[in-house]
């Protein structure tokens, strides 16, 4: 009796499955689906109307989307698996030295190959190699009049 149980499980299920497919009549009542009718609900069409040539299509299509999508997410993960570059600067290019020297630049001044150090100068004391310069004189400015505040300005209406 228990040999022939898988037998009988897949001979309901097979026999089930076409009353499971068969469309029931589904109403739309406002925004929203039920099986059971409602005032003003409407019958909605529910049967797929694709030949199956449509429907192995489809399917392909989708077997197809999920395969991509499973490689993508693996390179993905390789990806992210590997460590991040350390952000370095990148070498400077080696400049070769010129094989006479160093190359002289007309028009800029050589620096000497030794350094003199000079002391400031004292307070009144003329640094060498620079000239005193002489002081301008300032203009005058006439002296004020010594006229009282309070008292009116000439033109002045009042």
Do not use: H, I
């Amino acid at each position: 009796m228990y040999r022939n149980m898988p037998f009988c499980l897949l001979l309901a299920a097979t026999l089930g499955v076409p009353a499971l497919s068969s469309a029931e009549t589904v109403y739309r009542c406002g925004e929203s689906y039920s099986q059971q009718p409602c005032p003003g609900g409407k019958p909605v069409q529910t049967d797929d109307p694709r030949s199956e040539g449509q429907r192995a299509q489809t399917r392909e299509a989708v077997r197809r989307d999920a395969k991509a999508a499973d490689e993508m997410e693996k390179s993905r993960l390789k990806a992210e698996a590997k460590p991040a570059p350390a952000l370095m600067p990148a070498p400077k290019p080696e400049t070769p030295e010129p094989p006479n020297g160093p190359v002289v630049t007309p028009g800029v001044a050589k620096k000497p190959a030794y350094f003199t150090a000079v002391a400031p100068a004292k307070k009144g004391q003329a640094q060498p190699g620079k000239k005193k310069k002489k002081a301008k004189k300032k203009p005058t400015v006439p002296a004020q009049s010594s006229r009282n505040w309070q008292d009116p300005l000439p033109g002045a209406a009042g």
